[in-house]
């Protein structure tokens, strides 16, 4: 583990104590801390101010009851949040998840996570996130709706397109959009398409929104394997998952020329070594709903599922974890290492732990972390806003062009400033640094607030 710097130590300490129980937050933070020496060093006003104190505590926690009636006609009650954390450089925005596992440390540490990477996109954006302890799957369409429109009975009151823009995450996609924005505009009587992002088409969504995580985190990887000069052309690559962000990863790395032989759902993973179909993993995941599983049977012979187990096993070039926090171990990164991995990036959020994020790093594995890799879908967020205030629809292509330009963005930001402080080649350095000057600098401007 990296040292701490000593006038960051005690800040670190206080911000523990004031959030005790929260472990993803805690690593969040620690994160961030570890890449700031070097910072406060060359600018002592981010202490002098308490701007650092000021970013680790949220500007709102909001905490509620989502009582709903199932199809059985039982009362059920879940717990919703919303933690907007900094609105120095625009609105709140970010995902809600839908997940048993969520709790207000989970939330926390996403809320966290998007400042920065918000801040990265260069958009006038600020970090919030939200959710709720439901859990959608196996639950029917009327359920998930009257879920939905309890959520946002108690939410609407918080939100706005020029307070807070929510889109989807984890067990949110655009049914439940849908069903939140629909509640949204019953209960304010206001058309307010720039409310939510990850909206459908029809009613004022954008263009490649649903791939643009997947598409980003690709394009990313794209450019940091070009500092070496590599590419995925040829590569041999695992994306775990099998949700959203893998799908079009998957999509992305077959367009660039990369083989993609393994993909995971919670209940095991397959490897197919004809690389994936992608339409069949496709109609299987998004149609109909399936296992993974259901695509080793499907294929037959030459796939091979494996249940349980790590996906991180099978060897490969390139890894891109894009299912779940601290999915990647050090033991995994370890496996990855020794099988000859030149390249890791992170399309879920801080889906690899400390001990494998260093252990990449002491490996000369070039890695890419979430807060920069997987911001393609936040940027495409925003220019889902950006259409809907000026009321436009833009093509798939210019929607594309858009993204790919602001994620070599990002990718050039965080490669220049790690060389600027001094580690070149550390793109969570780069990334964190980049990230939290831009935001503290806003907040210095704004006062004491």
């Not at 429109?149 to 307070?163: A, D, K, P, V, W």
């Not at 807070?164 to 307010?192: H, S, W």
């Not at 940091?224 to 775990?240: H, I, P």
Request: contains cysteine; aromatic residues 8%; charged residues 25%.
């Amino acid at each position: 583990m990296t040292q701490i710097d000593e006038k960051l130590e005690p800040i670190l300490v206080e911000v523990l104590h004031r959030n005790a129980g929260e472990p993803e937050f805690h690593q969040a933070v620690r994160e961030v801390f570890e890449s700031l020496g070097r910072v406060v060093a060359k600018h002592p006003t981010y202490i002098e101010h308490a701007l650092i104190e000021r970013i680790c505590e949220p500007e709102r926690q909001i905490i509620f009851r989502v009582p709903w009636v199932d199809d059985q006609g039982n009362v059920q009650i879940n717990r919703g949040f919303r933690v907007q954390f900094n609105s120095a450089l625009g609105p709140y925005k970010g995902g809600i998840r839908f997940h048993p596992s969520v709790n207000l440390g989970i939330i926390k540490f996403l809320g966290f996570e998007q400042i920065f990477k918000n801040a990265l996109t260069g958009l006038p954006i600020g970090g919030g996130k939200g959710g709720s302890d439901f859990n959608p799957h196996g639950r029917s369409d009327g359920e998930v709706m009257r879920f939905c429109q309890s959520f946002m009975t108690e939410l609407h009151r918080h939100l706005g397109e020029y307070i807070d823009v929510p889109a989807g995450d984890i067990g949110v996609g655009k049914r439940e959009i849908g069903y939140m924005f629909g509640q949204y505009k019953r209960l304010t009587n206001r058309y307010e398409s720039g409310v939510l992002t990850g909206k459908d088409l029809a009613y004022g969504g954008s263009r490649a929104r649903r791939e643009a995580t997947g598409y980003g985190a690709t394009y990313f990887v794209e450019r940091m394997l070009g500092t070496k000069n590599e590419s995925f052309d040829g590569k041999r690559v695992v994306v775990s998952g099998s949700g959203n962000v893998a799908i079009y990863t998957i999509e992305k790395v077959i367009a660039f020329g990369g083989k993609v032989v393994a993909c995971s759902d919670s209940s095991g993973y397959v490897v197919d070594e004809n690389g994936i179909d992608l339409g069949l993993l496709k109609e299987i995941k998004e149609v109909r709903r399936e296992r993974i599983s259901e695509y080793a049977r499907r294929k037959g012979s030459g796939v091979e599922h494996v249940a349980g187990g790590s996906i991180w096993d099978v060897p490969c070039d390139v890894a891109m974890p894009s299912a779940t926090q601290n999915e990647l171990t050090g033991r995994d990164a370890r496996v990855l290492v020794k099988n000859g991995v030149i390249a890791v990036g992170e399309g879920a959020n801080m889906p690899c732990t400390p001990e494998a994020v260093s252990t990449f790093q002491k490996a000369g594995v070039l890695f890419a972390p979430g807060k920069a890799a997987n911001a393609g879908g936040v940027a495409t967020s925003a220019l889902e806003m950006q259409q809907n205030a000026s009321r436009d629809s833009w093509s798939f292509a210019r929607t594309e062009d858009r993204l790919a330009q602001i994620m070599n963005n990002i990718h050039d930001a965080c490669a220049e400033t790690a060389e600027e402080y001094g580690a070149p080649g550390n793109y969570v350095l780069g990334a964190n640094i980049a990230g939290f000057v831009r935001v503290a600098d806003a907040m210095d401007a704004l006062g004491v607030i």
